[in-house]
């Protein structure tokens, strides 16, 4: 595998300059390491003399729902505690009777389980965490499952909820006891960040309440009412980190989840629906079938992508919204990045 890094680091920095993200940091590999990686830009555009780098901790949004809530659902499926086919009210009591309980698992992963499209969280339940999480359980569906393909982020977080009811663990401690730790994962958790680790943390979005930027605070507005910690969004990470859970994923060792877990994950699930859907990975646009090439994104700016096949991985972080929530630059950065990263020629 030969890369260009002089080309990824000119298409980062033309990022940088055209004000799509005020920095980046990036890294490519396969089963055994690291092949390259680099950091471009400013951590924060108001501090000219603080680089972005390599070790800089980000707000990876809804990565989350890989690190924390797809890796625990894969050991729960390994560990037998959990059959993807099986209806939820069949054996989760707080979904019995309830619309939620005709969907499984497996349409949840797939994003078929026709759950409403909007979180809308405190302004249908309130902000008392039990209530919320009994009015997200108990809602009325908006399709029947299996119907379609519509993400929602409400999938990501009834799965937190299902992992919490049957590991009898809280999200964030039973992906930190069965995932990262186990993984060597040290600098990945879910916010709010220690002081030490805002102080090299990549800012987001400008919060209105406070007039500064988001800074170790998850940037999802249903995270932070939650505490921090949920499905949907709220874990921060590093490159590195995200690059050993890559690896594991290419070369698993004795802990965390196994290769069936990732062999299962990373092929269509979906049919003939539309768009194709692995188990909460996708097909990474502007590939083919053939390049065997999975993605998944977060809202901040962050995306993971792996190819089984070609044994390859990469990474690319930034902070976007400290600029804008509008995606088109960014997609293309990440359309271009990826073609670069996964040259199959090379």
Known sequence: MTLDTDRIHQLLDDGVRDKVYPGAVWAVGDPHGTTASGAVGLLDPSEPDQPMRVDTVFDIASLTKILAV?????????????????????????????????ATAHHLLTHTAG???????????????QDIRDGVLHEALHRRPGEAVEYTDRAALVLGYLAEYLSGQPLDQLAANRVWQPLGMTETTFGPLTPENVARSAPTELDDETGRHLKG????????????????????????????????MLNPAQAAFGPTWTADSLRLH?????????????????????????????????????????ERWATLLTNKLYYTRHRGPLTEIRDTFRKMAFDYNG
């Open 70 to 102: 797809w890796s625990t659902t894969g050991i729960l499926v390994e560990s037998g505690k959990l059959q993807l086919d099986a209806p939820l009210g069949t054996f989760w009591p707080e979904v019995v009777g309830r619309p939620l309980g005709d």
């Open 270 to 310: 979906t049919g003939a629906l539309t768009p194709a859907r692995g188990l909460f990975w996708h097909p990474a646009p502007g590939t083919l079938p053939t390049d065997d090439t999975w993605v998944h994104y977060g809202f901040t700016g962050t995306a993971l992508w792996i190819s089984p096949t070609h």
């Open 115 to 129: 759950l409403p499209l909007r979180a809308n969280l405190r302004n249908l339940y309130g902000t008392d965490p």
């Open 217 to 248: 605070t998850a940037h999802d507005f249903s995270a932070r009412l939650l505490g921090g910690t949920c499905g949907i969004a709220g874990v921060f990470s590093t490159a590195d980190d995200i690059s050993t859970f890559a690896r594991h």
